[in-house]
């Protein structure tokens, strides 16, 4: 069934007027006044029809933009009641957002789009047809519960052409998702946005409202597809114009997303009236500001589009608001095109995207940290936990109750914020006490149940996961310092020299084929050490943690034996080879970015950076050692993703940090 859209019952003009006032006026306040003067900086995208690009902002997240015909093909929420993402799909495949073009009101296929990036995240198309030049340009502004995207298409011929553009909405699924896409049962429908003419409101309900989208398309005409509540109702949108020689057309359409239909409706309002205001061209300008601050740069074009796209994806898919707390999360990654996406691992948060954090936004730093020594903090140390921090998967990782020491430790550091340190100072000792809950008085180490790969090994001490409480229990001797504890630092101090001890004891071993002398294992129950790597917690960390030098004998041996054909997954002679692991049997991002701090394999580390495409310029879980093409279920990788352009930052970075 078709059915035109007709204008909706509004409210009093006052009540109207006030409450888009007060929206307004709080997403105003929420933006940052004083932009960056500078202009804004464009960087090419070399893109393959099979890609997608990523952007959003810290409520909706646009992870699937289509590079073929940039139809986003899903879009999704963080709810702290779904603990996880809330996804809606098109109908049986489609896209849920899909763009086009008329001519003389019959739909054009384009050709492959050109993608440019504003500030390394605000996604800009081009294409060109039939005398007629088109871009779209995808933009989420900081601090607003919505997106939109802008159109606009130019004669370039010398005869009037009439054109137009077009958008389908798909409404085919809402699915929860941890991990796995989960549908959830209930009905799709569409309504007229309350208080506006020209906007509809996607609804899904069970017995009340679970989650509402709004879609809003000044001066186009619409119609529903469908029955308003059939199973999967679809609305089209349309503009037709006559454009003359060099005449343009400028279109825009608002998506926002809310907990019902009151609130999705005024999140595509609200935006709406700030692109009424200033324009579109200004709040692009203004969102890419915002962007522009939160990137630094090593004065290698190659390398700092790597870096800065990374960096803003950390910051912005490894964490989130939800939309029914409004409370910032932590989770591997916000794109359902990772395989364990939308949960939360201290490692993974505080270890890999905290110091990508602390490299461009403090601020964010800090209510990141606050989440992990709150909400996370009863189960730290659990292989994994849903964003409420109630436990998904068991099991103990030694290497997760440092994990949140050492980021408070770096925060300390960078912004000497004591406050903040006293005010989490019982979380702090919270974690020393489970740290010692896991000594072994026979050997003077620490067990895990299961490695850095998630993995549960039978040898229980870890020589990576030691080191790492070796230098968590250095870092807290410096934050009980200022604390005034100085029993308590005075005990850290002697656990640390008495774990270094038992570290040079055990983790040390004679036995490695080949090797030539001892070396560094993996892992050891003391009697019987493995000889192996484990990247997401690698022996090539032992010089950034400060155990060794890399000059030290050992560890040089170690290096040699980890690269050499003795091991079976050193992708020794590959060309973009890394030693990988049984459980990542590929170059990995870890061992990568563990390189980029030591001289010796530095060149090696650079050129599989810039020899493989990884997920259309997103970081994966890892590359093929000898194509580069990146490991198809670890793709979009976000807390990987700030470990990495933290590592190139460290390493070439020429700025101040932010």
């Known amino acids: 069934m078709i059915d035109s859209i007709r204008p909706v019952p509004r409210g009093s003009r006052l009540t109207k007027y006030l409450f888009r006032t007060l929206v307004l006026l709080l997403c105003c306040l929420s933006s940052t006044n004083s932009f960056a003067q500078s202009k804004v900086t464009s960087t090419s995208l070399k893109l393959g029809p099979e890609d997608v690009i990523p952007t959003g902002n810290e409520w909706l997240a646009l992870p699937t933009i289509r590079a073929s015909d940039g139809a986003i093909l899903n879009f999704n929420a963080l709810s702290m009641r779904d603990r996880g993402l809330l996804q809606v799909d098109g109908d049986r495949g489609a896209p849920a957002i899909e763009p086009y073009f008329l001519i003389d009101k019959k739909r054009v296929a384009t050709k492959a789009l050109s993608w440019e990036l504003l500030d390394y995240w605000v996604p800009r198309a081009h294409a060109s047809f039939a005398g007629l030049d088109a871009t779209l340009t995808y933009c989420a502004p900081h601090g607003i519960r ?21 958008l389908n909405a798909s409404w085919g699924g809402l699915n929860r998702i941890t991990y796995t896409p989960i549908a959830l049962s209930g009905e799709r429908k569409i309504a007229g946005a309350p ?28 119609k529903i ?27 825009h359409f608002v998506l926002g997303i809310g907990v019902e239909e009151y609130s999705a409706s005024q999140a595509s309002q609200a935006l709406e009236d700030m692109i009424d205001r200033a324009g579109a061209d200004q709040v692009i300008e203004q969102a890419a500001a915002w962007c522009r601050k939160r990137t630094r740069t090593t004065g290698q074009p190659d390398l700092d589009i790597l870096m800065n796209r990374n960096f803003l994806f950390t910051a912005l898919y490894a964490w989130g608001r939800t939309i029914d707390t409004e409370q910032l999360v932590g989770v591997t990654s916000r794109s359902p095109r990772y395989y364990v996406s939308a949960a939360y691992w201290d490692r993974d948060s505080m270890l890999w995207s905290f110091p990508g954090l602390l490299d461009v936004d403090t601020d964010l730093a800090r209510d990141a940290l606050d ?6 903090l009863r189960n730290a140390g659990t292989h994994s936990r849903f964003i409420d921090g109630v436990v998904l998967e068991e099991g103990f990782e030694l290497d997760e109750v440092a994990a949140p020491i050492l980021a408070l430790a770096s925060f300390v550091k960078k912004t000497n914020d004591t406050a903040f340190l006293k005010v989490h100072q019982a979380a702090l000792y919270k974690l020393r006490d489970r740290l010692f809950e896991h000594s072994d008085d026979a050997t003077g180490l620490y067990w895990t149940l299961e490695d850095a790969q998630d993995q549960y090994i039978k040898q229980q001490y870890s020589t990576q996961y030691n080191v790492l409480v070796w230098k968590s ?90 690269h050499s054909t003795n091991y079976k997954y050193s992708f020794n002679g590959s060309e973009f080879g890394m030693p990988g692991s049984y459980r990542v049997p590929f170059s990995t991002p870890w061992t990568i970015a563990d390189h980029l701090g030591l001289k010796r394999g530095r060149a090696q580390a650079l050129k599989i950076l810039r020899g493989s495409k990884w997920d259309g310029g997103i970081i994966s879980e890892g590359v093929d050692p000898n194509t580069a093409v990146m490991d198809y279920d670890g793709r979009a990788f976000a ?10 930052c460290e390493a070439f970075c020429q700025d101040q940090t932010k």
């Open 146 to 166: 919505a997106a939109f995207l802008q159109i606009t298409l130019t004669n370039r011929g010398n005869s009037p052409v009439n054109a137009g553009v077009g």
């Open 195 to 222: 208080w506006n003419d020209f906007g509809r409101v996607f609804s899904f309900v069970t017995s009340d409202t679970h989650f509402a989208w709004s879609l809003y398309f000044p001066d186009s005409e619409a």
């Open 225 to 251: 597809i469908g029955a308003p509540l059939s199973v999967s109702p679809r609305l089209e949108t349309q503009r037709n114009v006559t454009l003359a020689p060099g005449e343009s057309l400028n279109v």
């Open 371 to 376: 989440y992990a020594l709150t909400i996370q």
């Open 473 to 562: 229990l250095l870092e807290m001797v410096a934050l009980l310092d200022l604390l005034n504890d100085s029993a308590g630092a005075k005990d850290l101090r002697l656990r640390a020299e008495t774990l270094r001890t038992a570290i040079r004891k055990y983790g040390i071993s004679e036995g490695a084929p080949g090797a030539g002398g001892p070396i560094f294992n993996s892992a050891t129950d003391g009697k019987n050490p493995v000889y192996a790597d484990v990247p997401p917690g690698s022996l090539f960390k032992l010089v950034k943690l400060g155990f060794v030098s890399e000059d030290d004998p050992i560890f040089t041996r170690t290096y040699d034996w980890l």
């Open 639 to 648: 807390t990987a993703a700030g470990y990495v352009a933290h590592a190139i």
